[in-house]
């Protein structure tokens, strides 16, 4: 079953994978009773969560059965609920590619007037290139645009047009795959197949791996940028139950007024 899993996680199509997730939530549940871990997204609790991620980047209790949090949602949910007043104030919000996470709770909230868009992803109301966002100038109040970034041939004119939508004084959220070994982030347009993708990348549909310089990629596409450490804002109990990842940044992006 385990070898199933993994197996259908890293070959089916992410449209398809989220489709079939409609049902596995509803079954995985039951599987994984228990309190050793927590999910502040869906405020359920279980023995364990499950593992996730291609053979490179593969990773053990770390997928929530319930509603398919990652370390990197849950830390993306605790920061807008302890750091910000998202679910409070009213705005205008644009969330590209959006986790199925987030997507229903941040729709129903009556405060926002919330966007979808992607290329192909069955959640998204609009369907557009990144590289050329459809949408005005200076419109949003927030913008999401996670693990995104590591997809797009052009990773600086897709931040360009995400500020250009933005409002002076907005701010983001813009999480990348990152390795903090690196100093500086990784391309290669020669590297073509899915295979040398993963094993330099990552991922097969990866075609970069931002470095430590990633906040510099995002100044120069012209924004400012804060650090948000987990191990700097979370005990190590919290961590550990939350299943965060201790090193991982969450890079907060403002646009100059």
């Known amino acids: 079953m385990k070898k199933l899993y993994k197996f259908l996680l890293n ?3 992410r449209p398809l994978l989220i489709r079939l997730s409609f049902v596995f939530k509803r079954i995985a549940p039951l599987l994984y ?8 997204v869906c405020e359920r609790s279980f023995s364990k969560f499950l593992s996730y991620g291609s053979d490179i980047a593969h990773r053990e209790n770390v997928l929530c059965p319930y509603d398919l949090t990652l370390e990197r949602h849950r830390l993306m949910w605790l920061y807008l609920q302890q750091e910000t007043n998202f679910f409070k104030d009213k705005q205008e919000v644009l969330h ?3 986790e199925q996470c ?3 709770k941040f729709k129903e909230q009556k405060n926002l007037n919330y966007l979808t868009g992607d290329l192909v992803s069955p959640l998204a109301e609009m369907h557009f290139d990144l590289h ?3 949408l005005e100038n200076d419109r949003f109040d927030v913008v999401f645009c ?3 970034l590591e997809h797009v041939d052009d990773a600086m004119q897709c931040m360009r047009e995400l500020n250009r939508v933005m409002k002076p004084g907005g701010w983001g959220i813009f999480q990348v795959p990152q390795d903090l070994n690196r100093e500086l982030t990784y391309e290669d347009p020669t590297i073509t197949s899915p295979e040398e993708r993963e094993k330099h990348f990552w991922q097969k549909d990866h075609v970069r791996l931002f470095g430590r310089d990633y906040p510099e990629w995002l100044k120069r596409a012209g924004f ?5 450490v987990t191990s700097k804002e979370f005990p190590d109990a919290d961590i550990e139950r939350y299943r965060l990842i201790s090193k991982e940044i969450l890079y ?6």
């Open 11 to 13: 070959t089916l199509p």
């Open 33 to 40: 009773k228990g309190n050793k871990v927590a999910c502040p």
């Open 96 to 98: 590209i590619a959006p």
């Open 102 to 104: 987030f997507h229903g």
């Open 132 to 134: 050329n966002i459809p």
């Open 146 to 148: 996670n693990h995104v």
């Open 224 to 228: 400012e940028v804060e650090e948000f």
């Open 252 to 257: 907060i992006v403002r646009k100059k007024v």
